[in-house]
């Protein structure tokens, strides 16, 4: 294959220059959870902005990697039509990087859930998904990339090869300009770019993933191997007199990485399976780029997860080698365990330092008091959530914005939910409300019930820490009060919402309320189907927090 040639324009070549590299950037960083979700609708749009772009300038990102469920922010198969105000956001991401003078990779993350396509269905996704991104964006300039499919798994060497070539016949009959990433199957790590097909094209990069060892980067991660949701405390690099008592409960699925873990928590081990990476590169004489790395920071200890990341970054940059930290206000990201990922203060100033970002001069200092200053309106969710909340929902609560909708863009679509699951808002910041008038503070919002049986719950509750139960309080709104299939307005003083005990997850147990909540201490608000299933579907919109 020839030698890769990257277009500079007159622009980038002004902004960046690297020597001994056929990448125009070094290292940058994911932003997780921003066009990623679980089940179809609309994702949180609003949980990054072009003052967080400008932030990660100021760090010294050179690349931002968008991960994007396609799958669930389209139409779904067989066309896959993205939804418009998908493409919207993507527009804005585009148009920040290219301001500023960042790479933005738009990468098809779907299929990370359970759901595996068939070797078909994931050929129809790709032609569609890809058809429609590089229709958008042919005329864009250099600092957008597009990356094919975030670790492709299930699907043989040879089906994969075939799969991706098609998607890349498929932006080339579109977009000649553009860079372009392909990985290997097996989830993308460095050895599976020794069966990637050599691809007759001079602008693509050629990435991988790197997470090893799985029994530190992984520890307590509940999604991962089961086993590894029970192991904790596990230091980096070895070191068998700090290692912790490892669980046998379910051990035969772990065996293998408690075994491995004394020669595959070195220094050598970390560098031999970069060098994979590395020497695919130099064969073939193309770039590569380690598209994510990183450390899981629930139960790796910090200053073994210090090391491994400085470790990591400095054996990358030995071998030139851009990567990209998966990922930044995140579990896995630069800000400090428990803190709510406020610029510049909440910044781990060594993670940053060891990722060889520029750490600002006030990373790690206490946030300011006028910080935790409480500002009325509280908006929660108005079209998306607020970027000072994050939310979660089990079942089908969905982002509607293409049937009913009440005001803006959007509303929520709440149908066939089972009994105690929720749609619910983690509070960035725990919100004290303890020195404001409960009779006149206010959680309102529209509602519309579409059947008479129909209740849902309104429920605040506190963090669940070592002193402290997640007490609750809440009220219960019943269809049989309300006018269906009409929109009204909800307004619900603070101080009529009922004490209604805690469920202690870690011990799951429950406790009866007794009247100690925490008003200091609001951690989420809950829209929760308490009393029994919802059949139908219940919509919502415009929640906030108001003081009269």
């Not at 004489?285 to 790395?293: D, M, S």
Request: glycine share 4%.
């Amino acid at each position: 294959m020839k030698k890769f040639i990257f277009i500079i324009t007159a622009l980038i070549s002004s902004a960046l220059s690297f020597a001994d590299t056929n990448l125009p950037f070094t290292r940058g960083v994911n932003l997780s959870g921003w066009f990623e979700i679980w089940n179809p609708g609309h994702s949180n749009y609003r949980l990054f902005d072009r003052e967080d772009f400008v932030h990660l300038k100021e760090l010294g990102v050179e690349i931002i990697r968008v991960p994007i469920h396609f799958e669930n922010l389209s139409s779904g198969k067989p066309d896959y039509k993205i939804h418009p105000l998908t493409l919207k956001y993507i527009d804005l991401a585009c148009d920040w990087a290219e301001e500023l003078g960042m790479y933005l990779v738009i990468d098809n993350h779907s299929y990370n859930g359970k759901f595996r396509p068939t070797n078909r269905d994931l050929e129809q996704h790709l032609v569609a998904v890809w058809t429609q991104i590089a229709r958008r964006y042919k005329d864009r300039s250099n600092y957008i990339i597009y990356e094919i499919l975030n670790e492709p798994n299930e699907v043989t060497y040879y089906d994969w090869n075939r799969i991706q070539q098609k998607a890349l016949d498929t932006i080339r009959s579109i977009d000649t300009k553009h860079t372009v990433v392909v990985t290997g199957s097996d989830w993308g790590g460095a050895g599976a770019l020794s069966k990637i097909k050599n691809y007759k094209d001079d602008n693509l990069i050629y990435t991988f993933h790197f997470y090893s060892p799985m029994l530190f980067t992984h520890q307590s991660a509940d999604w991962s191997n089961e086993y590894l949701n029970e192991v904790r405390d596990v230091p980096f690099p070895y070191d068998k007199k700090a290692m912790p008592k490892m669980p046998t409960k379910k051990y035969d699925s772990g065996k293998w990485m408690v075994t491995n873990y004394p020669q595959d928590a070195t220094e050598q081990a970390i560098r031999k399976e970069i060098k994979l990476a590395y020497d695919f590169g130099q064969k073939y004489n193309v770039p590569v780029w380690c598209g994510e790395l990183g450390v899981y920071n629930k139960a790796a200890p910090q200053e073994s997860r210090q090391r491994w990341y400085k470790m990591a970054a400095s054996i990358l940059e030995e071998y030139k080698i851009a990567h990209t930290v998966w990922d930044y206000a995140g579990s896995f990201g630069i800000y400090k365990k428990g803190t709510h990922s406020i610029y510049p203060y909440d910044i781990d100033p060594e993670i940053t330092k060891a990722l060889g970002f520029k750490v600002p001069s006030l990373a790690g200092t206490p946030v300011p008091v006028n910080n935790n200053e409480v500002k009325f309106p509280i908006i929660i969710h108005d079209d998306f959530p607020n970027r000072n909340f994050n939310m979660w929902a089990n079942d089908e609560f969905l982002t509607s914005c293409e049937t009913v909708k009440n005001e803006g863009y959007c509303s929520i679509k709440a149908t066939n939910i089972n009994q105690y699951n929720s749609i619910h808002w983690f509070f960035k910041k725990s919100l004290d409300l303890s020195s404001i008038d409960h009779s006149r503070t206010f959680i309102t919002f529209d509602i519309m019930f579409t059947q008479k049986d129909q209740s849902i719950d309104v429920r605040f509750t506190n963090e669940e820490t070592k002193d402290q139960l997640p007490w609750r309080i809440s009220k219960t709104l019943r269809a049989h009060d309300f006018e269906l299939n009409k929109w009204q307005k909800i307004k619900i003083p603070l101080d009529q919402l009922a004490d209604s005990g805690a469920w202690q997850n870690s011990e799951q147990k429950w406790y009866p309320g007794r009247g100690e909540f925490n008003w200091s201490g609001i951690s989420m608000l809950w829209l929760v189907a308490e009393e029994k299933p919802v059949k139908g579907t219940i919509y919502f919109d415009d929640i906030k927090l108001i003081y009269e």
